[in-house]
Each structure stands twice: as structure tokens, then as C-alpha cells.
């Protein structure tokens, strides 16, 4: 039996606080591939906008990650890279965490589903 991710179907990624991933890891969504790369990132009092964005990117670029969760107090520090991205797959789903409440105004996908769902109204 063949353990390759295309067979198994694609991963879940999470960008988060040491309390949300170890939440979706216990929950089993912890990969570690041959090449000792996982599809989390434990962000920390120390980690950079810069590293966020680095991790962000690889997650985007990966063929096997589907969805990317990211806790949304660090999808603020990349607010640009984030709204950028605009491809159906992966899917890039904005989560609060304890600390940090979740702020739908600031919910890029939320937006863009808003636009879609009411576009602006025309006075005639």
C-alpha cells in the first residue's frame, strides 16, 4: 500500500500560537515529510513578520497542503501577502486564537465572499 500525500489526499497547514497547533496536532493533523518538513508553525513572542510570511509562502507553494489555517493576529502581520493570495486551493481560513478574539471586518476571505454574495448597489 502506497503512503505517498497524493494517495492519501492533501494536508491541512496551521500558522499558529503553541496552543492552537498543539490543538490540531493532537487532533492529527501533524505531518512530517522525508524531508523532515512539517505543515505547522508554532509562532512565537520572537518570530518575525518576515518568518510568518517565509512559512506562508512554503505552505502556498506546497502541492499537498489543501487548506491553511492561520491564527489571525498573524495573518495581520502579513496582511498584504495574504490578501494577495487568490486561488481557490489552498484555501486560506483566518481562526482566532485565546488571546486574540476573531474580527470578521478584518477576514479577508469573509470580504471577498461579501462582494460576491452583495455587490454594490446601483442607483438608477
Do not use: W
Not at 491553511?68 to 496582511?79: E, G, K, P, T, W
Not at 490578501?83 to 478584518?106: C, F, M
Amino acid at each position: 500500500m502506497s503512503t505517498n500525500t497524493e494517495d492519501l489526499g492533501r494536508l491541512l497547514a496551521v500558522i499558529g500560537d503553541e496552543d492552537t497547533c498543539v490543538g490540531f496536532l493532537l487532533g492529527g493533523i501533524g505531518e512530517v515529510d522525508e524531508d523532515r518538513e512539517t505543515n505547522f508553525m508554532v509562532v512565537e513572542r520572537d518570530t518575525t513578520p518576515k518568518q510568518v510570511e517565509e512559512c506562508f509562502k512554503k505552505f502556498l507553494r506546497r502541492p499537498d497542503i489543501a487548506i491553511i489555517l492561520i491564527n489571525q493576529v498573524y495573518a495581520d502581520m502579513i496582511r498584504p501577502t495574504v490578501d494577495a493570495h487568490n486561488l481557490a486551493v489552498p484555501t486560506v481560513l483566518e481562526i482566532p486564537s485565546k488571546q486574540h478574539p476573531y474580527d470578521s471586518s478584518r477576514d479577508s476571505i469573509l470580504k471577498r465572499a461579501q462582494r460576491v454574495i452583495s455587490p454594490p448597489e446601483r442607483h438608477y
